[in-house]
Every structure is written in structure tokens, then in C-alpha cells.
Nanobody
Framework: QVQLVESGGGLVQAGGSLRLSCATS????????MGWFRQAPGKEREFVAA????????YYTDSVKGRFTISRDNARNTVYLQMNRMEPEDTAVYYC????????????????RGQGTQVTVSS
């Protein structure tokens, strides 16, 4: 069973920063690519960022390129999403995911998803 536990969400002003964390088991961490999706109120869930299982490749949706950074900590079996220069449009529930497919294509998908953490950016 794949368990993904997110933390780090909250309220931030526009222009500010937050860091999301996603902890999982060593088996999951070393087996799968991992990443983040988000879903804003009234909108479809969308891909945000991903990192390959080796950590050698990263992927981002266009709207966060240059502002968000995804990384893996092999010692802690944890994936991070550092979000800088945040905008009100970044407000959403952010979901940690594992086992992505279609990376580098318009609509990546994921096999496993966490419970989500709320991120709110005030203007």
C-alpha cells in the first residue's frame, strides 16, 4: 500500500514562499517518480511538478516554471515543493503523487495520491 503524507500548506501573502513536504516509505520513494498536482475551487486537478525516481529529471507546468522547485531527499524519503513568488492563482489543494506517467506530455497522470494540503495565497 502506498502512503503519501503531505505537510506544509497554509496561508501566505502574494509574493511570499511556502515549502510543501511529502513523506513516504522507503520502498515507495525508491520505486516511483514523485510529484505534485493541485486543484483549485471549481477547476480540474492539474499537474504541477514531478521528479524522476532517480532525481535526475524534473518537470514543471508552465505557470510555475522559475518559481517552484521540486526536490527529493533520499535520506528522509521525502519530496519537497519549494514555492516562491507565489500568486493568488496558486491557491489550491496540493496533492502529493507517486507513480507518474506521461511526464513531458500535456497531461501527466499518477497512480497514487495523498490526502492533500490547502495552500491559500492572499492578494
Amino acid at each position: 500500500q502506498v502512503q503519501l503524507v503531505e505537510s506544509g500548506g497554509g496561508l501566505v501573502q502574494a509574493g511570499g514562499s511556502l515549502r510543501l513536504s511529502c513523506a513516504t516509505s522507503e520502498r515507495t520513494f525508491r520505486s516511483y517518480s514523485m510529484g505534485w498536482f493541485r486543484q483549485a475551487p471549481g477547476k480540474e486537478r492539474e499537474f504541477v511538478a514531478a521528479v524522476s525516481w532517480s532525481g535526475s529529471s524534473t518537470y514543471y507546468t508552465d505557470s510555475v516554471k522559475g518559481r517552484f522547485t521540486i526536490s527529493r531527499d533520499n535520506a528522509r524519503n521525502t519530496v519537497y515543493l519549494q514555492m516562491n513568488r507565489m500568486e493568488p492563482e496558486d491557491t489550491a489543494v496540493y496533492y502529493c503523487v507517486a507513480g507518474l506517467s506521461g511526464l513531458g506530455q500535456p497531461r501527466p497522470r499518477a497512480n497514487y495520491r495523498g490526502q492533500g494540503t490547502q495552500v491559500t495565497v492572499s492578494s
